[in-house]
């Protein structure tokens, strides 16, 4: 996408990437998750260190299974990298698709690198898509046989893989030289939605006309030489604690580019917006470290105005410490236009270490439901299936599978609903993936080999209305299931042309004489499990029994005048018949009941169920509903004599009433200490089994509509609840406190929202301080999040 007037900056610079390429000696870096690609390396070559960037690389084979392996001119290679030296074409298809397995949730610096070196002898340079998942991701095209481009996109995973896609647009065969994939701090290049694809990286400072990346750069970002103003430079190491969760190089930053006026601002003008792109968005992060330890009469601050406007006041640069402005919000305007302008106390010029710009890309289409992606590719890989099945199987529409037709129901996931494999060679049984297809309303396998029996699971695909089977191979019968829902005209069933299957009830009967034997050798066997267990279980209540009778070094009698014993019949009046259902726990179901028609009770009967709801709440809700419960926690430590360590302590054991006020409930695993005898007694948690994807601290659903500071501040608290060390963790009064903190701010942005408050544009990224307001436009941002007591 050409959203510039002018960027043969970036392009003149790539040869240089390969060329000039500093070699230093560099204490070794952690290439963990790292994933590098040389695609089209000859599978049986070993895997290699590229001795210029240090970073390991493995074939592209394992991760896609078309496209052709091409070298380039040999006279190309001597001067590349490498992993330019092949390459990887795809002369078939229409989209082909790398599948990398990834970390989901995670964010991750996608590069593609593609060299041309007339790989394939006919000097013609192609054009192609190249597509993230679903999504269109930009447009590949050359300016030279020797000219390599690259394409790089921050992107957070969604899934525990990621589709990379070369289409071909009919201007020529699409190929790729290697992939790169690069885990980055979930922290950093935050945006409320979509993904940043890059425009420039540039060292304005360099004096070398060299490009950086690993392992000057942890996270393997390229680095541009930009030499158009003066500069200033140290041979001082800048950040070496790495402080500044961006982490820009300290090469990169022991450079700063300074105005040749002295006096006057350092404007950095990057470009003009074309007339199609004047609303194209995109993010901005300037990085600044001073590099001169100042005299106490001198100073350097500056404002920092975008296409004009005020856009983050008052900088001033920290003595060899990066700091890094950066916008929350998305820029957009009829140019590309950065000014520092130095305030009128400053008797030092501004400075600009390194700058990045990215657009914003927001993709709209939505990957297929998880489970059909799963069954499909089981199939695909049972099959061999080799027809256009790459990337995602329902999206785009007109990249969908062959043989697939998808529902497309709003905003919801795509699911597959038909399914025809017919003609298409297949041996074998039929495939157990086909059962993860629940959406199925039509299964076409007919005129293959298939052997084997019809499975059952065929009969649960509820949604399944034709199903196709003729003209295989496969013996045995139908199952009754199958045959049953046929009869009732709920399901088309065609099974002929396969000779040794028996389509009827008939043909079971042969085989009935071994039902009553099976079974009664079943009850035998089930009749002494029963006996065995009733014995073991009347020998250990025994042997409970003496122990209760010879003493126990724990007495509960000042809790004992608290219980009620009620009969069946009572509990039945209580409950009203068990009219009104609460909720389900792993312990039990739960019922609303009234004693003496005044007094509100719980009562749980046993069963092995639990369900959950799923209620979608406002931030200041769920605050709300934890401050509850905690001061419910708090009542059981502080409150109660002696005290009661719930130790059962889950959602579903939190009621909610009608005002969704939370009251904490099922005491049935608590545990009671005493507070004089010195004893102590051990006890440990007994929850139900649960699960909570780390990923979503905050649900996905609020859509971002919270305050980022009260979700610090509570993850904090939750985090502090579970220290190794119990003297570090907070009692319960404490936790109601800083509770209380985070709904305040809740409450208090919600207030400045319904005020029309202006929002937040700009961010300082700074290595000492925390949460600092500078005002209502500004705001500091912590490198790792500390106390937020320090917040002016």
Not at 53 to 76: C, N, R, V
Not at 126 to 141: A, I, M, Y
Not at 771 to 790: G, Y
Request: proline content about 5%.
């Amino acid at each position: 996408m050409e959203v510039f007037k002018h960027l043969a900056m970036v392009s003149a610079a790539l040869p240089v990437v390969f060329s000039l390429l500093v070699l230093v000696n560099v204490h070794a870096q952690d290439q963990s998750g790292f994933i590098s690609l040389d695609c089209g390396m000859p599978i049986d070559s070993q895997n290699y260190t590229e001795p210029t960037i240090k970073i390991k690389y493995i074939s592209d084979a394992h991760f896609i299974d078309t496209g052709s392996s091409m070298s380039i001119l040999p006279e190309y290679k001597p001067s590349r990298q490498q992993q330019l030296a092949y390459v990887r074409s795809f002369p078939q298809g229409m989209r082909n698709c790398y599948t990398v397995n990834v970390t989901r949730a995670t964010k991750y610096l996608i590069r593609a690198f593609f060299f041309y070196g007339n790989y394939d002898r006919q000097s013609k340079l192609p054009e192609f898509e190249l597509h993230l998942g679903p999504n269109f991701w930009d447009t590949v095209s050359f300016t030279s046989v020797t000219t390599p481009t690259f394409m790089e996109i921050i992107h957070v995973a969604s899934k525990n893989y990621l589709q990379v896609c070369l289409v071909n647009i009919g201007y020529g065969t699409p190929f790729i030289s290697s992939l790169d994939f690069r885990p980055l701090k979930n922290t950093t290049y935050v945006t409320p939605a979509g993904s940043l694809s890059l425009l420039y990286r540039l060292d304005t400072g360099s004096t070398t006309n060299l490009t950086y990346r690993f392992p000057y750069d942890v996270f393997d970002r390229l680095w541009w030489s930009y030499d158009v103003f003066a500069q200033e430079s140290t041979s001082l190491v800048v950040d070496q604690n790495a402080n500044n969760f961006f982490q820009p190089p300290s090469l990169v930053m022991r450079t700063a580019a300074t105005p040749f006026n002295a006096s006057g601002p350092l404007e950095i003008n990057l470009g003009t917006v074309s007339d199609d792109y004047a609303s194209t968005p995109y993010y901005a992060y300037m990085h600044f470290a001073e590099l001169q330890q100042l005299r106490t009469n001198e100073s350097r601050a500056f404002n920092i105005t975008f296409n004009g406007k005020m856009w983050y006041p008052s900088m001033v640069p920290q003595y060899l410490r990066s700091d890094t402005v950066y916008s929350t919000t998305a820029l957009t305007g009829s140019s590309l236009s950065f000014s520092l302008v130095p305030l009128h106390n400053s008797t030092l010029p501004p400075i600009l270490n390194a700058i990045e710009i990215y657009t914003l890309l927001e993709f709209s289409l939505t990957e297929t439901d998880q489970d059909d992606v799963d069954a499909i590719t089981s199939i695909k890989s049972r099959y061999r299936v080799t027809r256009n099945w790459q990337g995602d199987p329902c999206e785009p529409v007109e990249y969908a599978w062959a043989g697939l037709n998808c529902s497309y129901e709003g905003l919801d996931p795509p699911r597959i609903i038909s399914l025809n494999l017919s003609s298409s060679g297949l041996t074998g049984e039929i495939a157990t993936g086909i059962s993860g297809l629940t959406m199925l309303q039509s299964l076409d396998l007919s005129n293959n080999s298939l052997t084997g029996s019809v499975p059952d699971f065929l009969a649960r695909l509820s949604n399944l209305k034709e199903l196709n089977l003729k003209g295989n191979q496969l013996t045995g019968s139908i199952p009754t299931g199958l045959i049953e829902i046929s009869e009732s005209d709920l399901l088309t069933l065609s099974v002929e042309e396969n000779q040794d299957l028996c389509a009827s009830f008939s043909c079971k009967k042969k085989n009935n004489i071994l039902i009553p034997i099976l079974s009664s050798i079943g009850a035998l066997v089930l009749l002494l499990l029963v006996v065995g267990a009733i014995f073991v279980f009347l020998k250990r209540e025994k042997k409970q029994k003496i122990r209760l009778g010879s003493g126990s070094s724990f007495q509960t009698d000042s809790f004992e005048p608290q219980k009620r014993k009620f009969t069946y019949s009572e509990v039945l009046k209580i409950t009203n018949n068990f009219e009104i259902i609460l909720g389900k726990g792993g312990f039990g179901s739960v019922y609303h009941g009234l004693i003496d028609g005044t007094t509100e009770v719980a009562v749980k009967m046993l069963s092995p169920s639990s369900d959950g709801s799923e209620n979608v709440l406002s931030w200041a809700g769920r605050l709300q509903i934890a401050i509850d419960t905690a001061h419910g926690l708090e009542y059981l430590h502080n409150g109660c004599k002696p005290p009661i360590v719930h130790r059962d302590v889950k959602t579903s054991n939190i009621f909610l009433t009608g005002k969704f006020q939370a009251k904490l409930a099922d005491f049935g695993l608590s545990r009671i200490f005493p507070t004089d005898s010195g004893t102590h007694v051990s006890t440990i948690v007994a929850r139900t089994p649960g699960y909570l994807d780390p990923e979503n601290v905050v649900d996905q659903r609020l859509n971002g509509d919270f305050e980022m500071n009260s979700v610090w501040k509570a993850v904090e608290t939750a985090m502090a609840c579970v220290a190794l060390e119990s003297t570090r963790r907070p009692t319960m009064d404490e936790v109601v406190i800083e509770l209380k903190d985070c709904l305040v701010m809740e409450l208090a942005r919600t207030q400045r929202n319904n005020n029309n408050s202006p929002p937040s544009i700009v961010s300082l990224v700074d290595s000492t301080e925390a949460s600092i307001s500078l005002n209502e436009d500004t705001h500091f941002s912590p490198l790792a999040r500390k106390s937020t007591k320090s917040a002016i």
